[in-house]
């Protein structure tokens, strides 16, 4: 559960990325891919060398629901749903998986945003998106 102070915070830090979700996606997902290899199993179906074009379409798709969980904090299973079907029952998507990607979307803010992504803020989008992982992964059980 986020305090107000920590909402306030993710709120700020989307504010910043909001309008970029295609850009901020593609990146995130070039450094996961690239940092963290074994990510790119599950989507082979769209070819391992992911192009930049499919980079930005589905970073844009996940960066938009992203967006989506931001105004609905207060009720995030709610929101995300479909989204947990999808990864839980469809996709099969490893839970181990959403820690790294969570650690590359820390680092894309920090490179792009630099002195405003303050410590405080890190805190409160590390607990935020921790929360959203554990919604797309609860389904397993
Ligand atoms: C699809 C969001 C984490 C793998 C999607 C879609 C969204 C999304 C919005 C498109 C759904 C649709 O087309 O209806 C998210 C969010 C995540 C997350 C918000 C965490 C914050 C992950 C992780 C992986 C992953 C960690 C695997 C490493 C996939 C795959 C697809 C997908 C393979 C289908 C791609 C396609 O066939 O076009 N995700 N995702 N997702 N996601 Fe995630």
């Given at each position: ?31 996961l ?6 990510t ?47 990864h ?5 998507v490893d839970p181990s998986n959403f820690p790294l990607l969570i650690q590359c979307f ?23 998106l921790t929360?959203v992982a554990v919604v797309l992964t609860?389904?397993?059980?």
């Amino acid at each position: 559960m986020l305090s107000a102070q920590e909402r306030a915070q993710v709120a700020q830090v989307w504010d910043l990325i909001a309008g970029h979700e295609a850009s901020f996606g593609a990146e995130l997902l070039l450094r996961l891919f690239t940092v963290y290899p074994s990510t790119k199993i599950y989507f082979k179906h769209l070819g391992l060398c992911l192009d930049e074009t499919q980079l930005l379409t589905h970073g844009q798709r996940m960066l938009e629901a992203v967006g989506v969980a931001v105004q609905h904090m207060d009720n995030l299973r709610a929101a995300l749903s479909p989204l947990a079907d999808l990864h839980a029952q469809v996709l099969r998507v490893d839970p181990s998986n959403f820690p790294l990607l969570i650690q590359c979307f820390q680092v894309v803010l920090a490179s792009h945003l630099q002195g405003e992504f303050t410590v405080e803020m890190q805190a409160a989008w590390d607990k935020f998106l921790t929360g959203v992982a554990v919604v797309l992964t609860e389904k397993y059980r």
